[in-house]
């Protein structure tokens, strides 16, 4: 199959940034475009699973927050009944000690054990004291964790999770991608906090947040996929991009489709980008680029959701009683991501081990359902072939589970690219990659794409090429 196409903008990808883009560009009814990716259905790392026995996963830990009306406009017009959506407010903890800590730890000290709190405070006050007189600005993400927060709360908490997440220590990351990520501790309410023993925890853009009813969070966007014209969007392997040619402003699919563009967007991974490029220097340069790899794991149990799991949504594990790093009650969003209770399913085990019953042995529920994540890299092996077990075996370590509780859907899929890390090397990095791609009118964007985290948020994702490649701006 030979298709000569002529667009004037090419989009590769069509996670939340490619679908921005291709929203933005239907809006603007100017430009020729098409937007092709390899997967069968839209949402890229925001799509959603769903087992065989009905249970459903998003690819990881998702929810929609935002700081844009147009963004809510644009997923109000893809899901427009006020059916679609649950609203949230946010109930998240960190496992500490064998106590729930609430969410954000570092404002929340009070829930510790009494020489930990003492141990924290002091090194919090010994680090503002010690900041006064600092004059240069941290060296590597460790670094501004002791300045801001003290070594007790690096150690019981922000080393190790951070670890757990990225797979490098945070001695070989930058501190820049912050941003609204990480709470910085104010000393008169960890103080008070402590004395009153209250909560803090309404900080952050996510303290409220909204899921869809029906779909997980790739319901989203295969709605928005949903608002672009059909023939402008091709999905499946067929599309899959084998090459570019930057110099002749081609792009080689699997299906032996050459799609001539006048611009590129592109959101597929910055360094596979580079590697197909052909350009050995590009594809040098980009070597430099880490990212660690993300292991998504379900656990569908029969049962009515226990009292001590109550309204959580999504929960830390900085320790290493268990191998993943965050928890989320995925049951919790929506009543819709489970089966029903009439649904006769077998017990496949017990949380303990213990094995299940046979085919005949199906019943009804009720059911509810636990979503952990795992990160891989070079610095941070994992069993693959034992992770499931291994995981059950953590939430009954850490009390999300009881040995007895009946297992009946076990879900694992893996994500060769679950984050890319920001590293002490990677801006300088980019600072060379991005512009040279721009000067060939190639826009690579998004979490990948950019190789920024910080830019990971959906309705972030989902402005990136606006106003960059012809497509307008929308400043609200």
Known sequence: MVDDTYVDVLVIGAG????????????????????????AK??????????????LYDVGGHVIFSHYKYFDDCLDEALSHSLDWYTHRRVSYVRCKDVWVPYPF????????????VRCVDDMIDAALAGRAVQTKPRNF??????????????LFMRPYNFKVWGVPPTMMQWRWLGERVAVPDLKTVARNIIRRGTASEWGPNATFRFPARGGTGAIWSAVAGTLPRKNVRLGNGSTVTRV??????????????IKYGKLVSTMPLDVLCHIL??????????????????????????????????????????????????????NYSPYNQPKASVKLPTLRTAGGDPGVPQSGAKEGPYWSLMVEVSQSSMKPVDEANLVQDCIRGLVNTGMLMAQDEVVSMYHRKFERGYPVPSLERDSTLEQLLPRLKAQEIWSRGRFGA????????????FCPSGEVGLGTRSD
């Not at 002791?146 to 690096?154: D, E, H, K, N, S």
């Not at 081609?250 to 032996?256: A, K």
């Not at 009515?304 to 900085?318: A, N, Q, S, T």
Request: proline fraction near 5%; charge should be negative.
């Open 278 to 331: 052909g350009d050995e220097e590009v594809r040098d340069s980009s070597r430099s680029l880490r990212h660690c790899s993300t292991h998504v794991v379900g656990v569908g149990i029969r049962g009515e959701r226990p009292v001590h799991i109550g309204d959580k949504c999504w929960l830390y594990f900085p320790e290493d009683n268990c191998p993943f790093y965050r928890a989320t009650v995925f049951s």
């Open 142 to 155: 460790d670094e501004w964790i002791v300045r801001t927060m003290g070594t007790g709360v690096a150690d």
């Open 42 to 55: 839209p949402g890229g790392l925001a799509s959603t699973d769903t087992t065989a026995e009905g249970f």
């Open 106 to 117: 570092q404002n929340n000290l009070y829930m510790l054990p009494e020489d930990d709190q």
């Open 16 to 39: 939340p940034t490619g679908l921005g883009a291709a929203k933005r560009l239907t809006q603007i009814n100017g430009p020729s475009w098409l937007l092709v990716d390899s997967n």
């Open 451 to 462: 190789w920024k985290y910080e830019v990971g948020n959906q309705d972030r994702e989902f």
């Open 245 to 258: 040619d930057a110099a002749a402003h081609s792009v080689y699919l699997q299906n032996g489709s050459i």
